[in-house]
């Protein structure tokens, strides 16, 4: 077993004592699965108030991770562009903006 030392007290002994913490190997959470291109849709959908929104793929859970979908906004045919802004838990943020 590795430790690290974080630290030593005087004990009342008079000797010097070493507190360490050892180097366990931590369980990370499981990431979140991509988004579903019809999850994905409609989400879009209902946020950017469009109708008949596809997308063409999944969309990894990841910051920065972008895809364009296509839809009807405001009665014509419309490219809205989609990035993940944040992650957290099962929890996806992201932002539309009508490309083009």
Known sequence: ????????RRATARRD???????RSTTRP????????GELGAEVARQANAEDVTCPQALPAQVGASTVCSGTLDGEQAQLGVTITAVQGSSVAFDIAKVG
């Open 1 to 8: 077993m590795q430790h690290a030392r974080i630290g030593t």
């Open 17 to 23: 004592v070493t507190f360490v913490r050892s180097k």
């Open 30 to 37: 499981t990431p979140r699965p991509p988004v579903a291109p």
